[in-house]
């Protein structure tokens, strides 16, 4: 039996030949050009994040080079840059969010010295300049959200981070928001623990 494809006579082991070059052809196609290739990394400013009315800045002036990070909310580091060869120290830490206990400031400060020692880079040093950007307290009446209720009442902080190297240039920043149990000191270790964890892998 022969069937007729575009004018040209195929038996039936041509036109099995034709369809298994054809679905071999599709595999390679998807192997070289996968879903996640053709699909754009979002931008920090397109989110709706950055378009809310309520959105809370911190110490980092431009946003257009951020993007989705792992497990880190908005990143970008500097092209050709390893992080996990570089330890990280804190140099300075600011408060801009609404609340203004001193306690809470100096309890951040010392989780993310501490996480920060885990790094153990042999490039140098990177200095942390830090600031806390927004603070949500413990809140049981959010326990009735649908959904996402009991998440939602945990407390959440939000840190935003720039690494300068030696020479005093910028070579990452970083914005991420986590919220962990009823203390703020545990959403404050969750978002070191994701910060630390992206510097070592990358």
């Known amino acids: 039996m022969t069937t007729q494809v575009s004018g040209i006579a195929f038996g039936s082991k041509g036109l099995y030949r034709l369809l298994v070059r ?22 920090l ?16 002036t431009d946003y257009k080079d951020m993007v989705e990070g792992d497990r880190v909310d ?4 500097s092209p050709s840059t390893k992080l996990s ?21 100096e309890s951040v400060d ?4 501490h996480s920060f020692g885990d790094l153990k880079g042999s490039k140098g040093t990177l200095t942390a ?21 009991g998440h939602q009442m945990q407390a959440g902080i939000g ?23 009823s203390d703020i000191k545990g959403a404050a270790q969750e978002v070191a623990d994701h910060l630390v964890n992206y510097i070592s892998k990358h």
């Open 45 to 60: 400013v397109d989110s709706n994040e950055y378009k809310d009315k309520d959105f809370h800045k911190g110490i980092i």
């Open 129 to 149: 300049e830090l600031c806390i950007y927004e603070v949500q307290n413990f809140s049981p009446g959010k326990a009735w959200i649908p959904y996402a209720g």
């Open 110 to 113: 010392s989780i993310l010295k």
């Open 22 to 43: 054809c679905i071999c052809l599709i595999f390679a196609l998807a192997v070289l050009f996968p879903a996640s290739g053709l699909c754009k990394t979002e931008r």
């Open 159 to 181: 840190i935003e981070m720039i690494l300068r190297d030696q020479s005093n240039k910028t070579i990452a920043k970083f914005r991420h928001f986590d919220r962990q149990g």
């Open 74 to 77: 908005w990143v970008w580091v």
């Open 85 to 105: 060869g570089y330890k990280v120290k804190v140099g300075s830490i600011k408060n801009k969010s609404d609340s203004h206990s001193k306690s809470m400031v």
